[in-house]
Nanobody, 118 residues
Framework: QVQLVESGGGLVQPGGSLRLSCAAS????????MAWYRQAPGKQRELLAR?????NTWYRDSVKGRFTISRDKNTVYLQMNSLSPDDTAVYYC??????????????WGQGTQVTVSS
């Protein structure tokens, strides 16, 4: 089994920055990709950024230039700059095709709240 634990959420003023972290634990052999999603109230969960095991990254257009994803083996980070109230949401990390002692699967973190407000 793979567990993902997120941290770093909180309240920030418009224009501010936050750095989210997500650490995967368990007997992990490899993780194909680690990604960040968010879900705002009344909206669908959306993919923001993904970091592949080959160091390739992908970003949703709405966060390009403001958010940066980075990965250190089984930990993924999301540096968020120039935050606006539209970025208020619960942020989730996900491990895609994680190979562990439990087999191969996709795993989600529990989510961390990010609130952008003055």
């Amino acid at each position: 089994q793979v567990q993902l634990v997120e941290s770093g959420g909180g309240l920030v003023q418009p224009g501010g920055s936050l750095r989210l972290s997500c650490a995967a634990s368990g007997i992990i052999y490899s993780i194909l990709a680690m990604a960040w999603y968010r879900q705002a109230p009344g909206k669908q969960r959306e993919l923001l950024a993904r970091a592949m095991s080959d160091d390739n990254t992908w970003y949703r257009d709405s966060v390009k230039g403001r958010f940066t994803i980075s990965r250190d083996k089984n930990t993924v980070y999301l540096q968020m700059n120039s935050l606006s109230p539209d970025d208020t949401a619960v942020y989730y990390c996900k491990a895609d095709r994680a190979s562990s002692s439990a087999g191969i699967g996709d795993y989600w973190g529990q989510g961390t709240q990010v609130t952008v407000s003055s």
